[in-house]
């Protein structure tokens, strides 16, 4: 058997106003005087106290992002294409010193991909799998503004692409840097952050329960746990650390194991009706009693508890075609359903299981 070779984030820096300390991350990587940095910022961010905060210095690049959507191929070649033009333009062609990503899952995949495409080029979609991207990456870093993705700690940037939603995993695809200051996520409205902190908690709901788990993921994903369940369940005082290092944990136990059942559910329902990820997940989980039975059960708690929204009967207005078309979304999604059944899950992963799970949501 060959193990995994598993690349990780190689600098970070953690804790209450580390944000403040991007000026001096990027002053290591500012070498000559046409040296400039791409800042890609969700928007939400714009007019906040964090805007001016931003260390931007004259020639540096600031992007605005729209993240109504989860990222598609399409947005990030476009924003790859406005950097490339602007270096043409004004810097001889030549690359940014740094990318920065700043915002949730959505922005942090959006500047590892831009930080990717403008070294390998064709357009997003061509990259979309396991190690296709040739070239190393743009330096880039990561700045989480809401936690529980673990994209700040992945090897992938998942995008929504002409045929298929799948990311680009590859070594190159890692931040180079990533900064956790839980002042940045204080603030973000009680359902999302609700929805984007379950991806966590489900995240090693399915690792810890799964077939592929070991005792490296298995390390990381039960201190995750731990730290969900004091989050969720006792409103630590000390919740935004927690929730923080919760989600950065949760990617790390994720990059030795696999997801399951959820996810090959919740990618179907993003991929046809939208769902944003987050919200999916927690749609899809609330009908996983047989398979999560006391990881449910704790979630219904959690959900009750914050008095969180979850959609109901969202099935009603579907049509045959996009039913079929979100069973075989889901049931294509072999690693995932590996991880639940072991190797004979094919014979279990029948398309009337599927629909009848996503009938019940
Ligand atoms: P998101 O980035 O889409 O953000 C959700 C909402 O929260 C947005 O409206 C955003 O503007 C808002 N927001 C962000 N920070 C805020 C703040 N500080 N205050 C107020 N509002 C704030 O959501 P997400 O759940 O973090 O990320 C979802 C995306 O991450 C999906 O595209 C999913 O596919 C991806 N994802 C990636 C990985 C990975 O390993 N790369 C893993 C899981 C999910
Ligand atoms: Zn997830």
Redesign the pocket.
């Given at each position: 058997m060959k193990h995994r070779n598993f690349k990780t984030v190689p600098k970070m820096i953690f804790g209450r106003g580390a944000f403040d300390q991007l000026d001096d991350v990027l002053m290591v990587e500012r070498k000559s005087a046409d040296d400039y940095v791409v800042f890609l910022v969700?928007e939400?961010h714009k007019d906040k106290p964090l805007a001016g905060r931003i260390p931007q210095q004259d020639g540096d690049m600031l992007i605005w992002l729209d993240?109504t959507d989860?990222?598609k191929t399409k947005y990030v070649d476009a924003l790859t294409e406005q950097v490339q033009a602007y270096a043409k333009a004004h810097k001889n062609g030549k690359d940014p010193v740094s990318v920065i990503g700043l915002?949730?899952?959505?922005?942090?995949?959006i500047g590892k991909a831009v930080a990717l495409l403008l070294n390998n080029p064709g357009g997003a979609a061509s990259y979309q799998g396991w190690d296709l991207i040739k070239n190393p990456a743009v330096h880039h870093v990561g700045i989480p503004?809401?936690s529980?993705?673990?994209?700040e700690a992945?090897r992938?940037?998942?995008l929504t692409g002409p045929d298929k939603k799948l990311?680009m995993n590859s070594d190159y695809t890692v931040f180079d840097q990533i900064i956790m200051d839980p002042d940045?996520?204080a603030?973000?409205?009680k359902n999302?952050w609700f929805?984007?902190g379950m991806?966590c908690y489900i995240h090693n709901v399915e690792a810890l329960e799964g077939t592929y788990i070991n005792e490296f993921a298995r390390a990381f994903g039960e201190k995750s746990m731990a730290l969900c369940h004091q989050v969720f369940l006792e409103d630590h005082p000390e919740s935004d650390e927690k929730l923080m290092m919760a989600s950065y944990m949760g990617?790390q136990s994720i990059a030795y194991s696999q997801v399951g059942a959820c996810h090959a559910l919740s990618y179907g329902l993003s991929y046809v009706l939208g769902y944003?990820?987050?919200i999916g997940n927690c749609i899809a989980f609330n009908v996983l009693e047989d398979f999560y039975p006391e990881g449910v059960a704790t979630f219904r708690k959690m959900v009750a508890k914050h008095n969180i929204d979850l959609p109901k009967n969202i099935m009603k207005d579907v049509t045959e075609a996009q039913m079929e078309k979100m069973i075989r979304t889901s049931q294509g999604l072999a690693p995932l359903w590996d991880n639940v059944y072991g190797p004979s899950w094919k014979e279990k992963v029948t398309p009337e299981l599927l629909r009848g799970l996503f009938s019940r949501m």
């Open positions: 969700d939400i993240v989860e990222p915002g949730g899952g959505s922005s942090l995949d503004t809401i529980g993705t673990g994209a992945s992938t940037t998942v990311g940045l996520i603030g973000v409205p999302q929805y984007t991806d990617g944003h990820h987050g």
